[in-house]
């Protein structure tokens, strides 16, 4: 079964533009998360989907958004870039939707790799 | 609040020695604990996980994993390391309660533990 796929790999922006990041989930799998990491500060959630609802959002502006398509594949989106937005995206994907996603294992995309110069 | 500590930076092991890579925790109802490992450029790869039952959880490529919950912690182990080891390692946990509520699904992630095997 083909893993989690990000596209694209690699991202450079200049300040104030937009970019838009795509996900798509393990074959099978209902729920998507986003994640930006940092060295400063490490691994945080961004928000996350199913059933084509956001169901829990992360401390981040509203400059941060997303949204999940029917077949589970989901798109964040970040507008008027600021340095500080330079970062590892992840997308993880999990099986199980509803409130037994508790136990459930995330699995990761090797990530996008945003640069905002 | 649901949160994550991993005391130590990096941890340094010769290959064939065991490792520990320390853990603990702090949530409210019962903790889901996690350990992945991320490579250079790569994303997150999932270990192990303790949701219930036995305390030694078995993983992939030989770790292993102990919950204490008197002591709050969830240390990652390995009998004997190996130099292809070496990578950046992370704990991470959900609150049972926040999550049954929908309130906390996000996993809370320690700043992660460099793990360096030398040969």
């Known amino acids: 079964k083909a893993g989690v796929t990000q596209t694209p790999r690699y991202l450079i922006k200049t300040r104030g533009q937009q970019v838009t990041l795509s996900c798509s989930p393990i074959?099978?799998?209902?729920?998507v998360s986003w994640y930006q990491q940092t060295p400063g500060q490490g691994l945080q959630f961004l928000f996350e989907?199913?059933?084509?609802?956001?169901?829990n959002k992360g401390n981040f502006p509203g400059r941060f958004s997303g949204r999940q398509f029917s077949n589970s594949r989901s798109e964040m989106n970040v507008s008027t870039l600021e340095l500080g937005d330079s970062a590892l995206y992840l997308c993880?994907?999990?099986?199980?939707?509803?409130?037994?996603?508790?136990?459930?294992?995330?699995?990761f995309g090797p990530g996008t790799r945003l640069t905002v110069l | 609040a649901q949160s994550v500590a991993q005391p130590e930076d990096q941890v340094n092991v010769a290959e064939g020695n065991p490792l520990t890579v320390k853990c603990t925790y702090s949530?409210?109802?019962?903790?889901?604990l996690f350990w992945y490992v991320q490579y250079p450029n790569r994303g997150l790869q999932f270990l192990l996980k303790?949701?219930?039952?036995?305390?030694l959880v078995k993983g992939s490529y030989g770790f292993e994993a102990e919950f204490n919950k008197s002591q709050t912690s969830f240390h990652l182990k390995k009998p004997s390391a190996l130099v292809s080891d070496s990578a950046l390692y992370f704990c991470?946990?959900?609150?049972?309660?926040?999550?049954?509520?929908?309130?906390?699904?996000?996993?809370?992630f320690g700043k992660g533990t460099t793990l360096s095997v030398s040969s």
């Open positions: 993880a994907s999990s099986q199980l939707a509803g409130r037994d996603r508790a136990s459930d294992t995330q699995y």
């Open positions: 074959s099978g799998h209902r729920s």
């Open positions: 989907y199913f059933s084509e609802t956001q169901r």
């Open positions: 949530v409210s109802g019962n903790p889901y």
């Open positions: 303790y949701i219930t039952g036995d305390n």
């Open positions: 991470a946990v959900r609150d049972s309660i926040l999550t049954y509520n929908q309130a906390g699904t996000a996993l809370i």
